[in-house]
């Protein structure tokens, strides 16, 4: 076990296929955690209840979202204490930044992102 004083979170917010949105709580979970919990959180994606794909293990949902759910969980037990994440551009530029707080710089990096992409 891997021990710190402080813990701050990079990487990119952008769409993510079932975890809603990339950046933010991954950098823990999967980011820097055990094969098991990365394997247990992905199985996440299942739905148990009728088999296939979790309804809400989607791309831009994270209300009701087990993924983002284990992982926001996760993270809440270390806690980190800041959280610097770039939003690129579809060239990949970096078109904002997400500072601050890491729950509250998270949120605002995501409702840019879905402000900006969403159709």
């Known amino acids: 076990m891997a021990e710190a004083d402080k813990v701050s979170l990079t990487g990119t917010i952008g769409y ?5 949105f990339g950046g933010g709580r991954k950098s823990i979970l ?6 098991e919990s990365f394997v ?3 199985l996440l994606v299942l739905d148990p209840e009728g088999g296939g794909r979790h ?3 989607r791309t831009g949902v994270l209300q009701g979202n087990p993924l983002h759910e ?4 996760a993270a809440r037990l270390v806690p980190p204490k800041f959280l610097f994440n770039t939003i690129l551009s ?3 530029g970096i ?4 500072v601050g707080h890491w ?3 998270f949120s605002q990096g995501y409702d840019f992102v879905d402000r900006q992409f969403k159709d």
Do not use: I, R
């Open 103 to 105: 729950e509250e710089a």
């Open 30 to 35: 999967p980011g820097v955690a055990s094969f």
């Open 16 to 20: 993510h296929y079932f975890a809603g």
């Open 90 to 92: 579809l060239d990949y």
């Open 95 to 98: 078109l904002n930044l997400a």
């Open 70 to 73: 284990d992982m926001m969980e």
């Open 55 to 57: 309804p809400w293990a």
């Open 40 to 42: 247990a959180t992905h």
